[in-house]
């Protein structure tokens, strides 16, 4: 089984080079997470989301997006076993693969969504490899059959861990929902503000002509009486 593994892993190194992918392993049964970073200004108010590639040509089946609601982003979306969470003012996706299976190993893809289009943020290879202590084969792997060499190609093998509890709220994406709340309510506050110090305003210019008139009513009556003396 050495050899055998080892050729699967050259064969994989060489084409994600070709594809410029980023080649994951994890052992089946543990959970992967994988980062996928993106300029904030350019990807800004953009929905996320996790797709596998099926076929080569073929589309890229989306398997779970970020919240509907991209100020609520760094909320939580699960779908299955699968996690994704963005941190939009950090500029980080963050997708978790929890108890991974050989059916899981293929082509994946991180994309920034505009409209009906979608931009590629980075390409991933996930390799789910058999438990050292299970003699159950990993299963059939799909992987593109083009292959080529282009120099530069990001390339990087890792094995996940075990992840235990829940993934933490990013800190800067909930801080911008927390200014954003706050900003609704001092505007709030400045238009009511506002709107009471106009009808004072208004309110007041009837109250000076009412006590005018009241004064010279008044001075009136006190001049008919001397004239009457």
């Known amino acids: 089984m050495e050899p055998l593994h080892l050729f699967l892993l050259l064969l994989v190194t ?44 073929g589309p890229c089946q989306r398997v779970v997006s970020t919240h509907s ?19 939009t003012l950090a500029g980080t996706l963050t997708i978790t693969l929890r108890n991974l299976q050989a059916g899981d190993s293929g082509l994946y893809q991180c994309q920034s969504l505009r409209g009906g289009e ?29 292959a080529g060499s282009f120099e530069g190609a990001q390339v990087e093998h890792s094995t996940s861990r075990s992840q235990s509890g829940e993934i933490s709220f990013p800190p800067t994406s909930l801080l911008l929902l927390l200014a954003c709340i706050l900003f609704s309510k001092l505007l709030t506050a ?16 009837v109250a ?14 006190i001049l008919t009486g001397l004239r009457a003396t």
């Open 208 to 221: 000076s002509e009412l006590d005018c008139g009241h004064a010279a009513g008044h001075q009136l009556q």
């Open 118 to 146: 979608a931009d590629v943020l980075r390409k991933v290879l996930v390799e789910v490899l058999a438990d050292p202590l299970d003699d159950q084969d990993a299963g059939d792997l799909w992987v593109p059959e083009e």
């Open 14 to 57: 060489e084409l994600s080079q070709a594809l410029n992918t980023t080649v994951l392993q994890a052992v089946a049964g543990q959970s992967l997470r994988i980062s996928c970073t993106y300029d904030t200004f350019k990807h800004w108010g953009r929905r996320k989301a996790w797709c596998r590639q099926l076929r080569e040509e």
């Open 190 to 205: 400045s238009i009511l503000w506002a709107v009471a110090r106009r009808r004072q305003k208004l309110q007041t210019p």
């Open 69 to 87: 609601v991209w100020v609520l982003a760094f909320l939580r979306v699960r779908n299955g076993s699968t996690v994704i969470t963005d941190d």
